[in-house]
């Protein structure tokens, strides 16, 4: 390893350069020049500006010797709440939903950006990861319309990229919210539908969204951003399907356990799939058809996918790689295992000008690995966001050194 040990001493004192070529690296691109053996990556001012053979650094820019590890994008976290969770258990840590004591319980225009921290603690612990953006993801409160969400470069910055993102979640686990039935969910969205469009006066009093409420679901009835829908069970996706046909809206399925069974049906809708790749098992009545081909049986069809994983994903954002790889190791090919961490995701979300390939143009937003990264065994030895090689320690292993140490004549919690 000692070519980690170099890189980490080459980058110590130089944590905001922008500037670096990386030099005879196994460059998976993971756009259309695919993957490049023995290349170099010259970023400038934080952006790739060249990507070939032979590259020649200009005086000023340093070189990273990559010795024919992998290069790769940095890496989509899937939906997280990162920035927005602290702790699960402590509520005031947690600001993904919404519940309010009103008669308009539907609040699409719920914007969990907002209360986005760049100072959590738990982004370091995701780049360290290899994980460079994630989609900040609105949970349901007091509906099943959960809110909006977006794109957050774990690069320290305050505020989103690209478009917004509209969460909805439908099937069993918001039946509760729904009047005890799946079929009061369509009933109530389209009756929402019709109100954005103005079929149903906004001052009627069954109105169920407020003002600004329309506006903003207008705004993505109008295809002016994704609705992101979780959902699991195969008749809900149809009816979704159907659903987004007859209103003409931009959808993307978040789980969908058992979407491979309509596969053929959400590839002609080109509407691609945020995948739970680690299901197997029925664990509630929407996910009997659960199986570990769900994303290469998709991708058969002609469907893009990604992947999310579901429950503390924020915590456990480094988990994503093994989505991807356990998703390879049952029939996925091992490029659209790692497009889904990269370009797919990037592409959906309405960011791919920036990020998601590595080509001329892009942010330099990029990950070397001590080898395969969809293979957990190994590791990000570094990252950089925005050309700036990222510091790879967080919080945990500053602790995991702390208590490494002798101790002093202090106690070790004394230590600085």
Same mark, same amino acid.
């Given at each position: 390893?000692?070519?980690? &040990?170099?890189?980490?001493?080459?980058?110590?004192?130089?944590?905001?350069?922008?500037? %670096?070529?990386?030099?005879?690296?196994? $460059?998976?691109?993971?756009?259309?020049?695919?993957?490049?053996?023995?290349?170099?990556?010259?970023? +400038?001012?934080?952006?790739?500006?060249?990507?070939?053979?032979?590259?020649?650094?200009?005086?000023? %820019?340093?070189? $990273?010797?990559?010795?024919?590890?992998?290069?790769?994008?940095?890496?989509?976290?899937?939906?997280?709440?990162?920035?927005?969770?602290? $702790?699960?258990?402590?509520?005031?840590?947690?600001? &993904?939903?919404?519940?309010?004591?009103?008669?308009?319980?539907?609040?699409?225009?719920?914007?969990?950006?907002?209360?986005?921290?760049?100072?959590? %603690?738990?982004? #370091?612990?995701?780049?360290?990861? @290899?994980? @460079?953006?994630?989609?900040?993801?609105?949970?349901?409160?007091? &509906?099943?319309?959960?809110?909006?969400?977006?794109?957050?470069?774990?690069?320290?910055?305050?505020?989103?990229?690209?478009?917004?993102?509209?969460?909805?979640?439908?099937?069993?686990?918001?039946?509760?919210?729904?009047?005890? &039935?799946?079929?009061?969910?369509?009933?109530?969205?389209? +009756?929402?539908?019709?109100?954005?469009?103005?079929?149903? #006066?906004?001052?009627?009093?069954?109105?169920?969204?407020?003002?600004?409420?329309?506006?903003?679901?207008?705004?993505?009835?109008?295809?002016?951003?994704?609705? /992101? /829908?979780?959902?699991?069970?195969?008749?809900?996706?149809?009816?979704?399907?159907?659903?987004?046909?007859?209103?003409? /809206?931009?959808?993307?399925?978040?789980?969908? $356990?058992?979407?491979?069974?309509?596969? @053929?049906?959400?590839?002609?809708?080109?509407?691609?799939?945020?995948?739970?790749?680690?299901?197997?098992?029925?664990?509630?009545?929407?996910?009997?058809?659960?199986?570990?081909?769900?994303?290469?049986?998709?991708?058969?069809?002609?469907?893009?996918?990604?992947?999310?994983?579901?429950?503390?994903?924020?915590?456990?954002?480094?988990?994503?790689? +093994?989505?991807?790889?356990?998703? %390879?190791?049952?029939?996925? =090919?091992?490029?659209?295992?790692?497009?889904?961490?990269?370009?797919?995701?990037?592409?959906?979300?309405?960011?791919?000008?920036?990020?998601?390939?590595?080509? =001329?143009?892009?942010?330099?937003?990029?990950?070397?690995?001590?080898?395969?990264?969809?293979?957990?065994?190994?590791?990000?030895?570094?990252?950089?966001? @925005?050309?700036?090689?990222?510091?790879?320690?967080?919080?945990?292993?500053?602790?995991?050194?702390?208590?490494?140490?002798?101790?002093?004549?202090?106690?070790?919690?004394?230590?600085?």
């Amino acid at each position: 390893m000692f070519w980690v &040990s170099v890189l980490t001493l080459l980058f110590a004192g130089t944590a905001s350069a922008q500037d %670096v070529l990386i030099r005879h690296a196994t $460059v998976h691109t993971a756009g259309a020049q695919g993957t490049l053996q023995n290349a170099d990556v010259l970023v +400038q001012g934080g952006v790739i500006r060249a990507v070939g053979v032979d590259l020649q650094a200009p005086a000023s %820019v340093g070189v $990273v010797e990559a010795n024919g590890k992998p290069l790769t994008p940095a890496f989509f976290g899937g939906i997280t709440e990162i920035g927005i969770e602290e $702790v699960s258990g402590e509520a005031e840590t947690v600001d &993904s939903a919404v519940t309010l004591a009103t008669d308009q319980p539907m609040r699409p225009e719920f914007d969990v950006t907002l209360a986005y921290n760049p100072e959590s %603690v738990l982004i #370091p612990v995701a780049r360290m990861e @290899g994980l @460079g953006f994630t989609l900040l993801g609105a949970n349901t409160g007091g &509906s099943f319309i959960a809110g909006q969400g977006g794109v957050m470069r774990l690069d320290g910055g305050a505020d989103p990229i690209g478009p917004r993102v509209l969460f909805v979640k439908l099937g069993s686990d918001v039946l509760g919210k729904s009047g005890s &039935s799946r079929a009061a969910q369509w009933m109530l969205l389209d +009756q929402m539908v019709g109100e954005a469009r103005g079929r149903i #006066p906004a001052d009627s009093p069954h109105a169920l969204l407020t003002p600004t409420g329309r506006a903003v679901l207008a705004r993505y009835l109008a295809g002016n951003g994704r609705i /992101v /829908v979780n959902v699991n069970r195969a008749a809900d996706i149809r009816q979704l399907l159907r659903w987004a046909q007859r209103e003409n /809206v931009r959808i993307a399925i978040a789980s969908g $356990v058992e979407a491979w069974k309509l596969a @053929g049906q959400i590839a002609a809708a080109k509407v691609p799939v945020f995948v739970d790749a680690l299901a197997d098992l029925p664990g509630d009545f929407d996910q009997i058809g659960a199986t570990l081909e769900n994303a290469a049986r998709l991708h058969a069809a002609g469907v893009e996918v990604s992947f999310a994983q579901f429950g503390d994903a924020s915590h456990n954002a480094r988990k994503i790689r +093994q989505y991807a790889g356990n998703a %390879v190791a049952n029939g996925l =090919p091992w490029e659209a295992g790692l497009q889904g961490l990269t370009r797919v995701p990037a592409r959906v979300l309405g960011v791919d000008d920036k990020l998601g390939t590595i080509a =001329p143009g892009k942010l330099a937003d990029l990950v070397l690995w001590t080898g395969d990264p969809l293979d957990v065994a190994n590791v990000a030895s570094q990252l950089w966001l @925005g050309g700036r090689a990222i510091p790879m320690r967080s919080r945990q292993t500053e602790l995991r050194n702390r208590y490494l140490r002798a101790a002093g004549a202090l106690p070790r919690a004394y230590s600085p």
